[in-house]
Nanobody, 125 residues
């Protein structure tokens, strides 16, 4: 299967910046869409930003102009630059990716949808 591992979360004061990184590993043939979701306490997981293999991006209205998503296809990685952070951005951030991997046991290419374990972002004074 395919594993996604996030890094870069932490504690920051309002107005500060953080950069999240996520790297996919495994027998990856290709990754289509990658993205970042967040989940605050008591709320459902929601989309923050997504990016296609070709670089087309989509953002939640609440982060437009403040967050920037990017990816490095050669490294199977996706990034989220978070600027002008607000207390309401506090949440666990999850990396997402879907595409195709090679199943050694099945000797076949199979689709995958994978999530990272999540990284905590806390914005507070």
């Amino acid at each position: 299967q395919v594993q996604l591992v996030e890094s870069g979360g932490g504690f920051v004061q309002p107005g500060g910046s953080l950069r999240l990184s996520c790297a996919a590993s495994g027998s990856i043939f290709g990754i289509n869409d990658m993205g970042w979701y967040c989940q605050a306490p008591g709320k459902e997981r929601e989309l923050v930003a997504s990016i296609t293999r070709g670089g087309s991006t989509n953002y939640a209205d609440s982060v437009k102009g403040r967050f920037t998503i990017s990816r490095d296809n050669a490294k199977n990685s996706v990034y989220l630059q978070m600027n002008s952070l607000k207390p309401e951005d506090t949440a666990v951030y999850y990396c997402y990716g879907d595409g195709t991997y090679y199943s050694v046991s099945g000797r076949a290419y199979r689709p995958f949808e994978s999530w990272g374990q999540g990284t905590q972002v806390t914005v507070s004074s």
